[in-house]
């Protein structure tokens, strides 16, 4: 794109790429960034994604489908050992290609997986990825022609090439934003740290609050990762996780964990029923307002709150409160 005309195209479809990765929600950002780049790059469908790379093919992390269905991503795993398109790119950092499936998948050890990617119109497909050699980890899209004669042409891969990094950097500061935006791990009077990692822990996004709060709790986590712990925590209890330094809590949307961490405090010991009266002490509600809203009398309401005034070690509403704010 050396012509003046056509670098302020490109530079327009940028600022719009990444205008969008602060206004839209994480649910509709892949589809429109890739109906944005449809008119100066025009394919039919799309898969957007994270993965690692093993002997037998790549083991999926996340992905967008783009007018594509899960079935076909289903089947893939039965011929994925074939795709010797997607091996071409292992350990090689990052790279943009195009290919007709037909000319690249010919001879009869590939005739099954040239079948499959027919049958799902990937006839002419554009792949372009960014992977890490030291992790087998790597972050791809592809766009697939249905057309058998519309193939990918040398200008349209250096494109794709040109504008990936974009679509890439556009999607984790989407990421990030919803991060901000739902998770607030500014709010309470501790400092928060903030985190985004897939289902399987690779880790997209951390902050130094975060690294710091981890490593006292797991010592010598590599940061790569989450926890294999953590994980199976958030997996199987699929609630906050309290350690012996840290607690750390997580929305899950669009198959990706939103974790915010801060240092485990005194109100993490409070059972739900006695956080939920401490909560109402803390609004103003005496002992007897407390037991007409939960039905309960009044003496186990005044057990409760001893039991919390314990746990707290306060002695008053004022030191509850403190302690409260301490957990956000």
């Not at 091996?87 to 195009?98: C, V």
């Not at 607690?247 to 915010?260: D, H, T």
Request: proline share 5%; with cysteine.
């Amino acid at each position: 794109m050396t012509r003046p005309a056509a670098l302020h195209d490109f530079s327009e479809l940028l600022l719009q790429l990444y205008r969008l990765s602060h206004e839209l929600p994480i649910s509709a950002f892949q589809d429109a960034a890739l109906d944005l780049i449809k008119p100066v790059l025009s394919f039919d469908a799309s898969m957007w994604g994270t993965a690692t790379t093993a002997d037998e093919g790549i083991e999926v992390h996340t992905l967008h489908l783009h007018r594509k269905t899960p079935e076909m991503m289903m089947e893939y795993e039965s011929f994925k050992h074939l795709d010797s398109a997607a091996a071409s790119f292992f350990g090689k950092g990052h790279a943009t290609r195009g290919f007709n499936s037909a000319s690249w998948w010919s001879g009869p050890k590939y005739a099954p997986f040239l079948d499959y990617v027919q049958r799902y119109d990937q006839n002419n497909i554009f792949i372009t990825m960014d992977s890490d050699p030291r992790s087998n980890f790597m972050h791809w899209f592809s766009l697939f022609r249905a057309d058998p004669d519309a193939h990918c042409k040398p200008e349209e891969v250096s494109l794709l090439a040109s504008l990936s990094p974009h679509l890439m950097q556009a999607l984790a500061l989407n990421r990030v934003m919803h991060l901000d935006r739902t998770l607030s791990p500014t709010s309470g009077v501790q400092p928060r740290g903030s985190a985004i990692a897939d289902l399987k822990g690779a880790i997209y996004h951390c902050d130094v609050t975060f690294v710091a709060l981890m490593q006292e709790e797991f010592a010598g986590w590599p940061r790569q990762a989450l926890p294999q712990s953590l994980l199976e925590h958030f997996m199987t209890v699929q609630s906050a996780y309290l350690g012996r330094h840290v607690a750390v809590s997580y929305r899950l949307e669009q198959r990706l964990l939103f974790l915010s961490v801060r240092k485990r405090c005194r109100a993490d010991s409070l059972t739900p029923r006695e956080h939920t009266i401490a909560e109402l002490l803390a609004r103003g509600d005496t002992h007897k307002d407390i037991a007409t809203i939960l039905s309960r009398s009044p003496a186990t309401v005044r057990n409760h709150i001893q039991s919390i005034y314990d746990k707290l070690q306060v002695s008053n509403v004022a030191g509850l409160i403190h302690e409260l704010r301490l957990a956000g």
